[in-house]
């Protein structure tokens, strides 16, 4: 990338040293813009130096052209080799600013070094070389600015052409172009990738003038596909240098100086190959799950894949902001599900809720401590997946923020941010538990035994006390012992009763009364009126 660097350096010495400091600069190829130098006495001075040894100061500022692998850092590459010049040469020049000359890139015309012209025999073949040189298919990499005439003599005569599209801005900066292009394809990859797997769901399921529209529009997308990965699996071939090259023809000033042209031909064989495993590989997973379970799973699942993907590319923007306030904020903000319930000495929150539609608290349900490690899993889980994707939502806003007129607007986006978040989590986990409990009512009302959720079941049981009835301590409350009640089993040393019919909850002594199954007790399986045939 030919850009230029100005450097103001001051170099102390006599007069040799100003004319070998010139002439290095004249070899390297630095161009003097200004020159400040001290005028020489032309009389001996009191001291009795010579004018030509007498030490001055000179102030040069220098165009030093910055190579391609020091785009990154020009200014301070451009000040090193001062130093290394002064270092080898043994003078005192020393840099004192340096900055890129900015108007230069705007201002001068621009050229892309390329290939040359083909002169093959093959008048297909040199069309379509040429035809692909005009679109930049063989374009070196290599910016150069200034004219006409200047670039040819750089880059070799016929291998430079004019931009295209012709803007300015497009070519400023070749190697972020570059990468800017190269992840709109890649993005452009996945996503023609995705909608060939999606097109499996309509080829597999679907009548067959809807399979077989399937099935073109699956082959439209893999040549799309392969059209938009072919710059991923170009050749790159180095004309010129040192050795032959009879394959091509280069021009011969670029050969005969040794210049280098860098060649870059696409593979198509190899674009459709890559195609074809990019978008076979989902259609065939995609119609395998049609088969196996149905068209709304395997939706479900590419929706999931696409939302890992929004989510994987917005971590990585907030990563390479490296700021670690966020992550902090979002792990603090992941563990409260699990410190709040512990300092508070409650059980996990799911159980919580779901026993509030029974009037039994967590602590009074018999479960398993697999199925409370699940519940808890759950409960972590839907906190990490909103977790990341508020930390891939501030990714993406993190540019704008960053702005000076938006920044104040920071701490509000933030609180809005986790209010909704709460909201969200409190409507999925909470009022998920919470719409589990009422449903469990609704269907034990209806007779039937309700489904399991995380191990906590309400069992049919009948209850018959094992000395006299009056004797039982019941708290204020009344057994009866022809009536069906729902049990959650036995913690410690009592078992609490639900009374389906006031919607009640009360405990009592697990050594003063018997407790039996009504009915089936599986879930989905009838409930029993009475415990008079159960019990008899």
Not at 8 to 29: D, I, K, N, S, W
Not at 310 to 332: E, K, M, N, W
């Amino acid at each position: 990338m030919m850009l230029n660097v100005r450097v103001q350096a001051t170099l102390r010495g006599p007069v040799e040293h100003r004319m070998t400091a010139r002439r290095l600069f004249e070899a390297r190829g630095w161009e003097v813009l200004t020159a400040e130098e001290e005028e020489f006495a032309t009389v001996r001075t009191p001291d009795g130096v010579l004018p030509g040894e007498a030490v001055r100061t000179s102030v040069y500022t220098l165009g030093i052209p910055i190579r391609q692998n020091a785009s990154r850092r020009p200014e301070r590459w451009a000040a090193q080799e001062v130093e290394d010049l002064a270092d080898e040469a043994h003078l005192d020049l020393r840099p004192v600013s340096a900055k890129m000359s900015r108007r230069q890139r705007r201002e001068e015309p621009h050229w892309l070094a390329c290939a040359p012209r083909s002169t093959r025999s093959g008048l297909w073949v040199r069309r379509r070389f040429n035809a692909e040189r005009r679109l930049g298919f063989h374009d070196t990499g290599t910016v150069l600015y200034g004219s006409r005439e200047e670039a040819e003599r750089r880059a070799g005569q016929g291998c430079v052409r004019p931009p295209f599209p012709r803007r300015v801005t497009v070519h400023g900066v070749m190697r972020r172009g570059r990468a800017a292009d190269n992840r709109r394809r890649e993005l452009k990859t996945v996503a023609l990738g995705w909608a060939g797997g999606l097109l499996a769901i309509p080829a597999a399921t679907g009548p067959w003038w809807l399979a077989l529209s399937a099935w073109v529009a699956w082959v439209v997308v893999v040549w799309w596909c392969a059209t938009t990965v072919r710059p991923f699996v170009r050749r790159r071939r180095i004309l010129g240098g040192s050795g032959p090259d009879p394959a091509a023809s280069v021009a011969p000033r670029a050969r005969a100086e040794g210049e280098v042209v860098v060649v870059h031909r696409h593979r198509r064989w190899e674009a459709w190959l890559l195609a074809l495993v990019i978008c076979g590989v989902l259609f065939v997973g995609t119609a395998l799950l049609v088969r196996i379970a149905d068209p709304v799973t395997a939706l479900g699942i590419h929706l999931l894949l696409a939302g890992s993907l929004f989510v994987a590319a917005g971590i990585r923007q907030l990563v390479r902001t490296g700021d670690r306030r966020p992550f902090l904020v979002a792990v603090f903000v992941g563990l409260l599900p699990v410190a709040a319930p512990a300092l508070a000495g409650l059980s996990p929150v799911l159980f919580t809720f779901y026993g509030a539609a029974f009037h039994v608290r967590a602590e009074e349900m018999d479960v398993a401590k697999a199925w409370q490690f699940l519940a808890s899993v759950h409960v972590l889980g839907t906190s990490a997946v909103l977790m990341l994707f508020s930390l891939a939502c501030w990714g993406y806003m993190s540019p704008l923020l960053r702005r000076r007129s938006l920044h104040l607007l920071r701490p509000l986006v933030a609180l809005t941010g986790a209010m909704v978040l709460t909201l969200v989590w409190g409507v999925t986990v909470l009022d998920g538990a919470s719409e589990a409990g009422d449903t469990a009512v609704w269907k034990w009302r209806s007779g039937r035994v309700p489904g399991d959720y995380y191990g906590a079941t309400p069992t049919p049981v009948c209850v018959t006390p094992i000395g006299p009835l009056e004797e039982l301590p019941m708290y204020g409350h009344k057994l009866d012992p022809e009536r069906v009640y729902g049990s959650f089993g036995a913690v410690g040393s009592e078992v609490t009763l639900w009374d389906p019919a006031s919607g009640t909850a009360f405990p009592v002594p697990s050594d003063a009364v018997q407790v039996f199954p009504a009915g089936e007790g599986k879930p989905g399986a009838s409930i029993p009126r009475a415990c008079s045939s159960s019990t008899g």
